[in-house]
């Protein structure tokens, strides 16, 4: 028995996965929030310095990824909420989050919310597994796909 699988790849599409798992998951597909390291410099220049500078001297990971994209939209939600100089209040935030402003991170899909669509984004990331690479590793087979 060897199927294909498809999954959510919020935990299931990292690196340390296909390390751990490889050959077995050769044939794993998961639709992640965030893409992989294979794509990261053309989606945010900024991230793999940041992380360099900021974070480690170290070559960054896929979880700082899906980190930095998780700040970058929070940073969005609570500068639409007027949280840069004046008092939060939860009344502020979610008038500010369902606005129907959209939030673009380069990382993430964008998202948009409304007071009658609490979803958010439309859009995954779709990753692959690569067991032939040294060591294995997730790559990014299409960004902010929508339809299959």
Excluded: M
Aim: aromatic share 10%.
């Amino acid at each position: 028995y060897d199927p294909d699988l498809v999954g959510p790849g919020i935990t299931n599409g990292l690196n340390l996965v296909a390390v751990a798992g490889c050959p077995d998951v050769a044939k794993s597909q998961f639709l992640s929030p965030f893409p992989q390291l294979d794509v990261i410099d053309s989606l945010d220049p900024d991230y793999r310095r940041t992380y360099q500078a900021k974070v480690t001297s170290q070559q960054p990971d896929d979880i700082g990824i899906g980190l930095w994209g998780i700040n970058k939209v929070v940073r969005q939600l609570l500068e639409a909420s007027g949280a840069s100089g004046a008092e939060l209040s939860r009344q502020k935030f979610i008038a500010g989050v369902t606005s129907g402003k959209e939030f673009k991170t380069n990382v993430f899909p964008t998202v948009r919310f409304s007071a009658s669509n609490h979803f958010g984004a439309n859009q995954a990331h779709l990753l692959r597994a690569d067991c032939t690479s040294v060591p294995p590793s997730f790559k990014t087979a299409a960004q902010f796909a929508s339809g299959f």
